[in-house]
């Protein structure tokens, strides 16, 4: 297929977006939407913004369907894009759990948002069906993948996602954030403990609550904490884009969590067993 070509055939791939549509009387302005860009492939311009991509949020659910959504963060190019087909990202030693990598080996569907809340302002969705693979072995094949800086660390795992569908994800709900000052960061809260920031470690035997010396959770890349904190250019806050008074009424540190939760809701998309891509209401519209 021609790579300018949408795939209006692949849309939309669940009964729940046609019933919608149709009571709501969006079926015809879906339909447009469906033929002018969801692709199956990463176009070029696409390939280039993940490039640049520090976060992506995952969207992923094991056999039964249920889901789990979580937060994949790294140097720009830590996903990287193999093909027009293809996309890979790092899994580094953690807590153990493997939530994300323990669903994709039951439902290999997984749903993926990248946002620009700095410059462009805009997101991108993409869907398909992942596998893990060992560092080494995807190594073999693609030579020229990132490699770790710090030293002695090199991921586990990557996970490899074949693109089914990759669309736009408007600005139009996408808060826009600014890189703060270096001398406007706000000091860190003392944690609880070490690895349990939200108190909830049960007893001094139990190690389910949160990261070890092991390293940091599964849930993010490693280094990417490190990252954040090491380099004050990339702490953002939100600018007056939010609603009028809401910055006043909620306080920075509510506003940068509330912009978190506006990606992450967006990933609640998250395809059941027997479907072939993540799908939800009209694709790209806020939904």
Known sequence: MDDTMSRSDLAPQS????TLQDLLGTRDRAQRFYERQVLD?????????????????????????????????????????LDAHRLAWPEYRGNGVMASRGNIIENPHVGLLFVDFVRDVIGLHVNGSATVVDDRDLRRDFPTLPVDTNPGRRPEQWVVTEVEEAYIHCAKFIPRLYPAPAGDLHPAPAMQAKGDYFAVTRGADDDGGGPSA?????????????????DPSLTCRATSTLPPGAEEAAGRADILAAAAIVA??????????????PAGAVRGQGS
Do not use: N, W, Y
């Open 214 to 230: 092991d390293g940091p959770t599964d849930h993010v890349a490693a280094g990417s904490v490190k990252i954040l904190r090491e």
């Open 15 to 18: 009964s729940g977006e046609r």
């Open 264 to 277: 992450v809701r967006q990933l609640v998309r998250v395809a059941l067993p027997g479907r072939r891509s």
């Open 41 to 81: 492939h990463l176009s070029e311009p696409m390939r280039q913004f993940i490039g640049q991509q520090q976060m992506m949020f995952v969207a992923t659910s094991d056999a039964r369907g249920t889901c789990d959504s979580t937060l994949r963060a790294g140097p720009p190019g830590f996903v990287a894009v």
